[in-house]
């Protein structure tokens, strides 16, 4: 067995919604990113990647590169997973925490682990999403973005 640990931020912009997890939640604000910024996805793939030794998320999918501009980030955590499988390996559990003051995400926490299981491939059991709020101190306290952790065991397929 493996463990990756993968972590990610993404400031605001104007917008009126922010993906997290692959999923669409209403807000005041929208993600400042060459992808769709869905900073939660960006983590576990960079858990997953660390597990099995491939780098990280930006050597695979360069944020120069138009290819991936404004992409659903379920597009690359999809590629990852196959990266993980030509390795021999497969994602055994996956635990990801949202550090965000706003806005709340308790409502949209099943669906985010529905969505995560299927691009995985595992049972929605394996997988858990957490939210927390920096108690209104740093950057995420300030609403000025924010920021995911992501950790993963694989296993050998
Ligand atoms: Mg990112």
Request: net charge negative.
């Amino acid at each position: 067995m493996r463990i990756g640990h993968g972590y990610d931020v993404h400031a605001f912009c104007e917008g009126e919604w922010v993906r997290l997890c692959g999923v669409d939640v209403p807000h005041s604000k929208g993600f400042k990113a060459h992808s769709d910024g869905d900073v939660a996805i960006h983590a576990l793939c960079d858990a997953l990647l660390g597990a099995c030794a491939l780098g990280d998320i930006g050597r695979h999918f360069p944020d120069t590169d138009d290819a991936f501009k404004g992409i659903d980030s379920r597009i690359l955590l999809r590629r990852v997973v196959e990266l993980v499988a030509e390795r021999g390996m497969v994602c055994n559990n996956a635990d990801v925490t949202i550090v965000a003051e706003r806005p709340k995400l308790a409502n949209f926490i099943d669906q985010m682990c529905v969505t995560l299981a299927e691009d995985l491939g595992i049972s929605k059991e394996r997988v858990n999403v957490k939210a927390t709020t920096s108690e209104k101190l740093g950057f995420t306290g300030r609403e000025e973005g924010i920021a995911a952790h992501a950790v993963v065991t694989v296993v050998n397929l």
